[in-house]
């Protein structure tokens, strides 16, 4: 079984994947964190986020970075979003997330290509989405209480812009844009709290599967 979750920046995805993946037990891969890996990896390595070449020579990073808090900041979600506009870093990292989607017992995999591109023959695809303003809030919100970056001082206006900047980088790329799949259920949380948007997307699984 495989469950694609994808949708824009700070949707909730990722712990609407989570909470699937604990419920029917199966293991979960936050396919953002690779990138976030990639974009690190460029700027511990000097190298230019817009250049192709920098950008795949930086796909050799090594696993232990994909543990580390920083890849969590805003900054490094800038850096992933550079570094995967260009194909030739998709393609080098579609082979790990293709390899984890196929395991035998079934996984959860969240991004912008999940049900496009890496796993199009998902059992279920989700699409999850709400406005830039609530999940510019949240992020923010998110900021604040991780104290993440230590920079709780950004204001809510500097989020926004970064999250349409995001948005509009990840919708207008050629290769893999960030797209629901025609066959995806489609879930707008922005009226919705965690465990409402949950609740609705176990019952969406649950009807389809
Ligand atoms: O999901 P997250 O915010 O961690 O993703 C960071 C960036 O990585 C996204 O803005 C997007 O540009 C890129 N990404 C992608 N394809 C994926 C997952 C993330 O292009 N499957």
């Not at 979750?5 to 953002?32: E, M, N, Q, W, Y």
């Not at 992933?80 to 080098?92: C, I, L, T, W, Y």
């Not at 579609?94 to 035998?104: H, L, N």
Request: net charge negative; aromatic share 4%; charged share 30%.
């Amino acid at each position: 079984m495989i469950i694609a979750v994808d949708g824009p920046t700070a949707s909730g995805k990722g712990t609407i994947a989570k909470r699937l993946a604990a419920h029917f037990g199966v293991p979960c891969l936050d396919t953002g964190l690779l990138y976030r890996a990639v974009g690190r990896q460029v700027a511990i390595n000097e190298g230019d986020p817009d250049n192709p070449a920098e950008a795949l020579a930086a796909c050799a990073f090594p696993d232990e970075l994909l543990d580390d808090e920083v890849l969590r900041t805003e900054e490094s979600g800038g850096l992933a979003s550079r570094v995967s506009v260009h194909p030739e870093v998709r393609e080098a990292l579609f082979k790990r997330q293709r390899a984890f989607a196929e395991q035998p017992g079934g996984a959860v995999l969240d991004g912008r290509d999940i049900g496009t591109v890496i796993a199009p023959d998902a059992d279920v695809k989700l699409f999850i989405t709400a406005s830039v303003q609530s999940r510019a809030r949240r992020r923010w919100m998110e900021m604040v209480d991780k104290k993440l970056d230590h920079e709780e001082e950004i204001p809510l206006s500097e989020i926004e812009k970064d999250v349409v900047a995001r948005d509009a980088r990840d919708i207008n790329r050629k290769d893999a844009p960030l797209k629901a799949a025609p066959d995806a259920f489609v879930i707008d949380t922005t009226s919705l709290d965690r465990e409402q948007a949950f609740e609705m997307v176990l019952e969406t699984v649950e009807e389809a599967l």
